[in-house]
């Protein structure tokens, strides 16, 4: 009798995901959970899950991201692959309050990108800069691109949220955060990622395009 009971109420449950489940593909919580269902290890779905939960976060609140946490989101921007396995890179992370309100600031006194750079770093509670050596490899920027998308995932997995902000190519943002974190001649930053705990809740874009895969033969 119990096995029935809860079976019935199994099945009124699935219906009501079914139901509540967006049809157009939206990406929910829920339906990537059942939608990578197949790949039953339980691991591979929460890397997936990950990887479709991460979107650009702006807002922030204020609250300092350890020392600890930053070493460990930079580590998983050095696990990412480079050509010839150069590692053409150098990671700034700041999450001293009075020393992010100084960049910020010194952003803010640029142009218009840097300083709308600027005011997300004034919430965030770190800021971490990706830069390139080119002095090491040609590839540099890629490889960085690389180590910024681990960064932006690792973040996304320990409850935190960040932004992909330009430096590179623009060389207008390029001396605005050169200046602004005094870094130095023989680096050139690729991005600004300013860190930290999302003030507001925010969903992750669809970008599945189906159309966009070429299966076999374009
Ligand atoms: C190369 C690159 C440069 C970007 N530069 C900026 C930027 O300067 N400012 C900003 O607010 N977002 C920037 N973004 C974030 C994009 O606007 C964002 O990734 C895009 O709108 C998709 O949104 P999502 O990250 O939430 O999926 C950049 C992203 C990339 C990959």
């Known amino acids: 009798m119990n096995i029935k009971v809860s079976a019935i109420f199994v099945c009124a449950l699935c219906a009501f995901v079914a139901s509540v489940t967006p049809a157009s593909g939206q990406l929910t919580k829920e339906n990537v959970q059942s939608e990578f269902k197949k790949y039953n290890s339980m691991q591979s779905k929460q890397i997936l899950e990950n990887i479709f939960s991460r979107k650009s976060v702006r807002h922030f609140t204020g609250k300092v991201v350890s020392k600890d946490d930053l070493t460990m989101v930079v580590k998983a921007g050095m696990a990412a692959p480079t050509g010839k396995n150069m590692q053409p890179w150098e990671f700034l992370a700041v999450n001293d309050p009075e020393r992010i309100f100084a960049i910020a600031e010194s952003m803010g006194k640029t142009n218009p990108m840097s300083?709308?750079?600027?005011?997300?770093?004034?919430?965030?509670?770190?800021?971490?800069?990706?830069?390139?050596?080119?002095?090491?490899?040609?590839?540099?920027?890629?490889?960085?691109?690389?180590?910024?998308?681990?960064?932006?995932?690792?973040?996304?997995?320990?409850?935190?949220?960040?932004?992909?902000?330009?430096?590179?190519?623009?060389e207008d943002r390029l001396a605005a955060t050169t200046e602004a974190f005094g870094l130095p001649e023989d680096v050139v930053p690729l991005c600004v990622i300013p860190v930290g705990y999302p003030k507001y809740e925010k969903a992750p874009m669809d970008k599945w395009k189906p159309e966009k895969l070429h299966f076999d033969k374009w």
């Open 115 to 170: 300083a709308r750079t600027g005011a997300m770093i004034k919430e965030a509670g770190a800021v971490i800069v990706v830069c390139g050596r080119p002095d090491v490899s040609h590839n540099w920027m890629l490889d960085c691109a690389a180590a910024t998308e681990n960064i932006l995932l690792a973040i996304e997995s320990m409850g935190m949220g960040a932004v992909w902000t330009a430096a590179w190519p623009y």
